[in-house]
């Protein structure tokens, strides 16, 4: 067990819906990043938050959106979905702003479908 | 951008063998992180190496890193059934932001 958590284990939706993802960082971790895992694509970063902010941005679509609040536990927001979202969505956390080697732990992840 | 290929994609083991996994980066590594994902799991985190030539050992996993080569080996010895998972190599990109990219994982099976 990372400490990582991850809310819903599984998500079944349809297409043109919305849907919210949650993530509790491990106790201490400042940083929490998002990834998406897919067959075709791998697992790629899609966003990062530390203390309450966006630090970085990676192939995040713009109908996905994320937040980090003050008890540091984060959502990834996605919208209008499509067939193609469908993936194992990753939360991950580290101690601090990583650049400084900092490891991060992966929570069990989200298996969104989207039919 | 920073690509990391993993060879082999996959690999058939007997219990009791020894096997390696190699991560090759296309730019200089900045940190290179092995973890483990049973399939549709979490990752589970292995080791860090952040040094040209640091060598490091979980049980019976070692990892090494060659900086010059830009390339990082995993290790297992004696290989048992508790082994078997997809191995991903991560590394921090371009060392000014802290996300990392991945290869595209071993999948390592292990026959008893």
């Known amino acids: 067990d990372s400490g990582v958590t991850q809310t819903p284990k599984h998500l079944i939706t349809a297409t043109g819906q919305r849907v919210t993802l949650r993530c509790s960082p491990r106790?201490?971790?400042?940083?929490v990043y998002w990834y998406q895992q897919s067959l075709d694509q791998g697992l790629q970063f899609l966003i990062q938050?530390?203390?309450?902010?966006?630090?970085a941005k990676g192939n995040i679509l713009e109908r996905f959106s994320a937040q980090q609040f003050p008890d540091l536990h984060s959502e990834l927001n996605l919208s209008s979905l499509e067939l193609g979202d469908s993936a194992l969505y990753f939360c991950?956390?580290?101690?601090?702003?990583?650049?400084?080697?900092?490891?991060?732990?992966f929570g069990p992840g989200t298996r969104l479908l989207v039919l | 951008s920073q690509e990391l290929e993993q060879s082999p994609q996959s690999l058939i083991v007997q219990e009791g063998k020894n096997l390696t996994i190699n991560c090759t980066s296309s730019k200089t590594l900045y940190g290179l992180y092995w973890y483990k994902q049973k399939y549709g799991e979490g990752l589970i985190f292995l080791m860090m190496l952040q040094k040209g030539g640091e060598e490091k050992s979980h049980e019976k996993i070692t990892a090494k890193l060659d900086e010059k080569k830009q390339q990082s080996s995993l290790h297992i010895t004696a290989s048992q059934p508790s082994h078997a998972g997809i191995y991903l190599c991560g590394a921090e990109r371009g060392g000014s932001q802290g996300n990392l990219i991945f290869g595209k994982g071993t999948k390592l099976s292990v026959k008893p």
């Open positions: 106790s201490g971790d400042l940083s």
């Open positions: 938050y530390y203390n309450g902010e966006e630090r």
């Open positions: 991950a956390s580290s101690v601090a702003l990583a650049g400084s080697q900092e490891t991060q732990y």
